[in-house]
């Protein structure tokens, strides 16, 4: 039996070919591939810079870094996501809080955030940051997001790993015309790959000198920042404590080919999203809700069945069939790690929900149509 996987990245014959260049060059590492990569990304996005780092995990604890996230600050995010979304302000040292999602998205809903930013401002415990993630690759709210960051003075980082190439109504996601900092993830199963990989978008310099330096182990040797003269040209300082978070040659020349064909890679996202659309219309489940003139990167496809005992038989018997379902998200605060920081089932109710009912369906751009059909044939079957 052939097994058709949730997700799969899709590698050409010039993808090998520029990563084969790069291992017959000069440089594996720190050569002049990253930022070419950088550069076609911060254009691609429309934004004056692009940071790229070994995986979106470091792209946002860089993020949190420089926006000056430490002890005794409060990160915000979203529990329907990755536990990276959150684990990124732990390792500053910050403390953790979830908003509830929107029911019918499930991104961060823009209401919650308002109440309790509102209660939280009452106790003097706001946000320094807040996190929203592009759940399944459609974009947040983010004009409602940003008016109460400019009321409550948090800043935004936004958590893109699923929505690279997505459109806000009015832009690019990743332009930052709504956050301080946007992050990607290159990881295999998302839009484009670097094997492992990840990038910080910002329109300000400060920002973006500050993630470079703190990928490289906080090293400068910029003149103007040096604290003495230069005993010579092999000169340099480190003058903060920073990590070895840097991208190589090799990963960037994959993602710079692979960039190439992401228009391609979503508009045949956006093919099978409609398909699964037409295939699934009268089944007892809720396919994913799109508003008009919203423009999903369509990382994920995820339908929400009655409850968890159906949504458990019937990914089992997808399985069964070869069907590689997936469930996206278990939500992070339940997760052992952070209930041990005090979270519990019941604090998130429309994540836990949609946790319960979530199922993900394969979608990658290379899913072929018979294959398509044979999952909606294996989920009809199983539901009826
Ligand atoms: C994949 C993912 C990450 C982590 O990305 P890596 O590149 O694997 O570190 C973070 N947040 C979300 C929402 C993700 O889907």
């Not at 929107?102 to 401002?121: F, I, T, V, Y």
């Not at 009452?122 to 960051?149: D, N, S």
């Not at 182990?217 to 040096?226: E, F, K, S």
């Not at 429309?350 to 072929?368: G, M, N, S, V």
Request: some cysteine; overall charge neutral; glycine content about 8%.
């Amino acid at each position: 039996m052939r097994v058709i996987p949730y997700a799969r990245q899709q590698v050409s014959d010039a993808d090998v070919r520029a990563v084969e260049e790069v291992l017959r060059s000069d440089w594996l590492t720190q050569g002049p591939v990253p930022p070419r990569f950088e550069k076609a990304v911060a254009d691609y996005c429309a934004v004056p810079y692009g940071v790229a780092v070994n995986s979106a995990t470091s792209a946002l604890h860089l993020a949190c870094r420089v926006l000056g996230v430490g002890p005794g600050d409060r990160v915000w995010t979203s529990p329907n996501s990755f536990v990276a979304s959150a684990n990124c302000a732990l390792y500053c040292g910050a403390d953790v809080d979830f908003v509830d999602v929107a029911p019918d998205s499930g991104n961060l809903c823009p209401e919650a955030l308002a109440r309790k930013l509102a209660a939280a401002q009452r106790y003097g415990a706001l946000p320094k940051v807040v996190i929203p993630v592009h759940f399944a690759g459609r974009p947040c709210a983010m004009a409602a997001i940003a008016e109460l960051a400019g009321r409550y003075g948090f800043r935004i980082v936004e958590d893109a790993s699923h929505a690279l190439g997505a459109r806000y109504p009015d832009g690019r996601v990743g332009d930052c015309r709504y956050a301080d900092l946007t992050v990607f993830s290159f990881h295999p199963v998302k839009l484009i790959t670097t094997g492992e990989g990840g990038l910080v978008t910002c329109r300000d310099p400060a920002l973006a000198d500050a993630l470079q330096r703190l990928r490289s182990h906080g090293i400068t040797r910029d003149p103007g920042r040096l604290t003495r003269s230069a005993h010579g040209p092999w000169y340099y300082e480190q003058i903060e404590l920073g990590y070895n978070y840097r991208m190589t040659d090799i990963q960037a020349a994959l993602g710079l080919s692979q960039l190439r064909r992401l228009d391609e890679f979503i508009a045949r996202r956006r093919v099978l999203a409609r398909r699964y659309r037409d295939l699934l219309a009268n089944l007892p489940l809720d396919l994913p809700a799109q508003d008009p003139g919203e423009y999903s990167a369509w990382h994920l496809y995820v339908v929400r069945l009655a409850d968890h005992d159906i949504r458990a038989r019937v990914f089992e018997a997808l399985r069964r069939q070869g069907i590689g379902a997936n469930v996206h998200y278990i939500p992070i605060h339940t997760q052992p790690y952070y209930r041990e920081l005090g979270f519990d089932w019941g604090d998130f109710p429309a994540a836990e929900d949609h946790y319960r009912r979530a199922l993900t369906l394969p979608l990658y751009p290379q899913l072929a149509e018979a294959d398509q059909d044979r999952v909606a044939g294996a989920l009809r079957e199983a539901l009826a």
